[in-house]
């Protein structure tokens, strides 16, 4: 009688009821992963690649996909962080610097080819800048800045 009220045919009906309590696998693989996130804080960072990983070390084997499409099905993948950009917009006009170094960064002496660079480094509180000074002579770093923005005393 309900299958007549609802647009359902009474096989596929008793077949939803026969398989209603059985567990899906993507659910025990999903539930697998919570326990593996649990282990430890850190886990919470996992990406599908170390997560599979994960679980293979536990002895569970799925492809890349699989673990994918269960982890977007959980909720468990984050943005990426990343930022495709770089520090800097390149300008059209701007000029490109001149390759003074060309490839050798090796010195006949102390303080002779020192070589420098800004990192940005992502943090709760925002961006970090950070341009150490690199003697090229022993590969020793003689100076290190941090700053939440990039300008020129930097």
Request: hydrophobic share 35%; aromatic share 6%; glycine share 4%.
């Amino acid at each position: 009688m309900l299958c007549a009220i609802l647009p359902v045919s009474e096989s596929g009906f008793y077949k939803w009821k026969r398989n209603r309590k059985k567990v899906k696998a993507w659910q025990k693989l999903l539930a697998q992963m919570h326990e593996i996130l649990d282990e430890d804080e850190e886990n919470k960072n996992y990406g599908v690649r170390r997560m599979q990983i994960a679980l293979e070390q536990r002895g569970i084997k799925r492809s890349l996909s699989t673990v994918r499409r269960v982890m977007i099905r959980g909720n468990l993948l984050h943005e990426d962080r990343r930022s495709p950009d770089g520090l800097t917009k390149a300008e059209k006009k701007a000029m490109r610097p001149q390759n003074i170094i060309k490839q050798d960064f090796s010195a006949q002496a102390p303080l002779r080819k020192l070589l420098t660079d800004i990192t940005q480094i992502l943090c709760k509180d925002g961006k970090l800048y950070v341009p150490p000074l690199l003697d090229c002579y022993n590969g020793e770093i003689i100076s290190l800045a941090m700053d939440t923005n990039m300008k020129k005393e930097l």
